[in-house]
């Protein structure tokens, strides 16, 4: 890649690193860009609910926050596992599980957040919210996973991250698509 950052990459370059033979962008850096991208999803969704609905301005300013909470992590979970490669220290542990543990905890309130916009914005856009809500539910689930495969037995985060996962496919499954034809 050109950038020494995802966020900056092209997306083309984004996806050919995915393929390539080195150990990131993995699971946790794309699950981040697609959680940054459903977050992104809602916001522009709920900018286009009615005006008179009261929650418009707060939903969208959650959702950019949400994105921005998730973009920094596809460069943070490249460098951990990176690190946890080098060097499989407890300290390159914790931030393998730590990472991802926050993807699920974002990823459920995106996905929440999502499905409010799919059932009270504008119908016009419903699909697009839903888009969220189903992207930011994948995430929860992978995120879950990773958490479930990188952290020590017996870890609570690994029951947290799996009702955070079951929580935004919950909301994935609340989000209504309206029919505008």
């Known amino acids: 890649m050109g950038s020494s950052s995802f966020l900056d990459a092209s997306v083309k370059e984004f996806l050919d690193a995915v393929p390539a033979r080195t150990p990131a962008p993995g699971g946790g850096a ?6 940054a991208l459903a977050a992104g999803l809602t916001g522009m969704a709920a900018r286009f609910a009615p ?13 950019e926050e949400l994105r921005a909470r998730a973009e920094p992590l596809a460069d943070a979970d490249a460098e951990a ?18 990472i991802p543990f926050e993807l699920a905890e974002i990823a459920a309130e995106v996905a929440e957040l999502a499905a409010a916009v799919a059932n009270e914005g504008n119908p016009n856009v419903s699909g697009d ?28 985060r690994i029951r947290e991250a799996r009702t955070w996962a079951a929580r935004a496919a919950t909301a994935a499954g609340r989000a209504a698509v309206s029919d505008v034809s």
């Open 30 to 35: 794309v699950a981040a860009v697609a959680l």
């Open 51 to 63: 005006d008179d609905w009261k929650r418009r301005a707060e939903v969208v300013g959650l959702a």
């Open 81 to 98: 596992y990176g690190a946890f490669m080098a060097a499989r220290t407890a300290e390159n542990v914790e931030r393998i599980v730590a």
């Open 129 to 156: 919210a839903a888009a969220g809500a189903d992207l930011a539910a994948a995430v929860a689930s992978i995120a879950a996973r990773l958490v479930e495969i990188n952290a020590p037995a017996g870890d609570a």
